[in-house]
């Protein structure tokens, strides 16, 4: 059996061994439980056995165009035919609270670049900008998702001394020229609906052509670790290829399973939020890896909303990701107060909350048309985010 040293925080916790089929993953003999990798996998004497990877160490793999695109730049270099193959190629970088390399390794530091480079890449298509940036960003990149993206680390003056500049995490977000034009800006303005409707949101900006989301990592801290983000397939013990099964009720159940009742609270109530919000804009990609909890040892609570986008300005018969009380539909006013009283949400304060996304929507509306009077190109965005914002009841 192949082994792999497990890190998180880049402290050595355990390996992790492979063959076909067959996966085994050990703690090291002088962790603690704050060296527990998963709310999943406490520490224990005993290893965890599984005939797949387990979900935790799948939950950052790359996917979709960004897996290809890695598999076409490092083929010849690494097998990528397999999960393991990813962990091995993107593992190994300080990108998130675990770390995966070679015995006798250590982890690396992620590659950087510069923020004007990204905000500006003058005199280029968004394709030769999305390979220049795989070429500089792409082997670090451990992070899923269909949608183009990579984890980079951004410095204001690409010119300064390295360690002396201030570096900001982030996820770049591209669109496809070929399919779903101008999703960069569907995020961003679905994004800024949340943020306007008061509900805990990453940060995020747009470059000056539009063609990329410059999202603020939410998971590391000021001193350069990071927070452990669990997404809920991996709560729920499920593949990464199970990101749609079962309904939104189910992570209520999830956190009353991990979370104490005295710090359930505040997390069921964002969480509340995050879904009617998913439903009111017509999100239908609001599955089970779009949500997460965040902890350490001080603290834990729900992350805030990320990978907010309208799906349905593009696809206008789509239905949720998941099931709503039962039913892949978007939910009416009824539903949805049901709903609410499962995340100890009165009516009271749901009627308020879906008056606070009515008008958070209208706003970012209003901010979208004024960002196409000068950006022509992605006025069908702003017709169909309208069309589809305006629609009476659910979205």
């Known amino acids: 059996m192949n082994s792999l040293l497990i890190w998180k925080n880049g402290r050595q916790v355990g390996e992790l061994g492979y063959s076909q089929n067959s996966y085994l993953f050990t703690y090291g003999k002088n962790v603690t439980d704050a060296d527990a990798i998963s709310l999943t996998m406490p520490v ?112 204001h003056n690409k010119k300064a001394n390295r360690s002396t500049v201030a570096t900001e995490s982030c996820i770049l977000k591209f669109h496809d020229d070929r399919e779903y034009f101008g999703l960069a800006i569907n995020e961003y303005f679905s994004l800024k609906a949340a943020e306007y409707a008061k509900i805990s949101t990453v940060t995020s900006k747009l470059n000056e052509v539009g063609d990329c989301l410059i999202v603020n990592r939410f998971d590391k801290k000021e001193e350069g670790t990071f927070f452990c983000v669990e997404d809920f397939c991996v709560l729920q013990a499920l593949s990464r290829q199970g990101r749609y099964k079962g309904d939104y009720s189910d992570m209520v159940e999830t956190i009353n399973r991990f979370i104490p009742p005295s710090q359930s609270e505040n997390l069921l109530k964002l969480l509340f939020q995050i879904i009617i919000f998913s439903m009111r804009i017509g999100n239908g990609d609001a599955h089970l890896k779009n949500f997460a909890i965040m902890y350490d040892q001080n603290s834990v609570s729900l992350a805030p909303a990320y990978d907010q986008v309208c799906t349905r300005a593009y696809m206008k018969n789509d239905v949720p990701a998941l099931a709503f009380s039962g039913k892949k539909e978007w939910p009416n006013e009824k539903e949805i107060i049901a709903f609410a009283q499962q995340c100890e949400v009165d009516e009271k304060e749901t009627l308020e909350i879906m008056n606070r996304i009515e008008k958070g929507k209208k706003k970012a509306l209003k901010e979208l048309e004024k960002y196409c009077e000068k950006h022509a190109i992605f006025a069908d965005v702003y017709s169909a985010l309208t069309e589809q914002w305006n629609i009476k009841d659910s979205v």
């Open 44 to 155: 224990s004497e005993r290893s965890y056995e599984a005939q797949v990877l387990h979900p935790v160490f799948q939950q950052n793999l790359p996917e979709g165009m960004l897996a290809e695109v890695l598999r076409k730049h490092f083929a010849k270099v690494i097998d990528l035919s397999d999960d393991i193959g990813f962990l091995r190629l993107t593992g190994k970088y300080k990108t998130g609270y675990l770390q995966v390399t070679e015995v006798n390794e250590e982890p690396d530091t992620a590659p950087w670049g510069s923020i004007e480079e990204i905000l500006q890449h003058p005199g280029k298509t968004s394709l030769e900008f999305f390979n220049d940036c795989i070429e500089k960003f792409g082997i670090a990149s451990g992070i899923s998702g269909m949608q183009p993206k990579l984890i980079a680390e951004l410095r």
